[in-house]
T-cell receptor, first 118, second 112 residues
Framework: GAVVSQHPSRVICKSGTSVKIECRSL??????MFWYRQFPKQSLMLMAT?????????EQGVEKDKFLINHASLTLSTLTVTSAHPEDSSFYIC??????????????FGPGTRLLVL | GENVGLHLPTLSVQEGDNSIINCAYS??????FIWYKQESGKGPQFIID?????DKRQGQRVTVLLNKTVKHLSLQIAATQPGDSAVYFC???????????FGSGTRLQVQP
């Protein structure tokens, strides 16, 4: 299957600081990338859809000014958690999808980034 | 919105037995389904997929069954091994949505 990488895999930061997480599709071009958040023992919660060359689409309840998404190229999307607080501590996972919209498109996931805000 | 499971149901099986993990989906407009395996601290890993015009699809040691009448999806794992221990999620592609919609997940524990 396709390979998606994330960096960093783990980050610890102080409350009030900003953290950037990178998501890369290594062997295919991803016109669309997705950012999920997962709390312990829960399913994946979609935060936003990242579109190459345009603004991200955020799910209801997700603050776009707090979770900044940039999809600068067909292989890179970044999520910046601004002014992080302890309640933002979570497992952040990106996924990438390629192909023509409407056709079958499998989402491939990155390995996730564990964020701990002290 | 997305499904969020507050408490993951757990399926415990003996090594070598067959496992069946079930998933109910909600949207009749879903046309594509995927099973993912997620090990602790890792991202979901693609296992097998099936389109809505199919009832069954087989892979290596895994079979996915789709019953559109009752909106039910199952994952069968043959000869379950300790390495199969993980959380399994079903996901559906709802027409008109770009992101997959995830089920709440099932934890599979394989007893040696």
């Amino acid at each position: 299957g396709a390979v998606v990488s994330q960096h960093p895999s783990r980050v610890i930061c102080k409350s009030g600081t900003s953290v950037k997480i990178e998501c890369r599709s290594l062997d295919f071009q991803a016109t669309t990338m997705f950012w999920y958040r997962q709390f312990p023992k829960q399913s994946l919660m979609l935060m936003a859809t990242s579109n190459e060359g345009s603004k991200a689409t955020y799910e209801q309840g997700v603050e776009k000014d707090k979770f900044l998404i940039n999809h600068a190229s067909l292989t890179l999307s970044t999520l910046t958690v601004t002014s992080a607080h302890p309640e933002d501590s979570s497992f952040y996972i990106c996924s990438a999808r390629s192909g023509v919209q409407g056709a079958r498109e499998t989402q491939y996931f990155g390995p996730g980034t564990r964020l701990l805000v002290l | 919105g997305e499904n969020v499971g507050l408490h993951l149901p757990t399926l415990s099986v003996q090594e070598g037995d067959n496992s069946i993990i079930n998933c109910a989906y909600s949207n009749s407009a879903s046309d594509y389904f995927i099973w993912y395996k997620q090990e602790s601290g890792k991202g979901p890993q693609f296992i097998i997929d099936i389109r809505s015009n199919m009832d069954k699809r087989q892979g290596q040691r895994v079979t996915v069954l789709l019953n559109k009448t009752v909106k039910h999806l199952s994952l069968q794992i043959a000869a379950t091994q300790p390495g199969d221990s993980a959380v399994y999620f079903c996901a559906e592609n709802i027409k008109g949505r770009r992101a997959l919609t995830f089920g709440s997940g099932t934890r599979l524990q394989v007893q040696p």
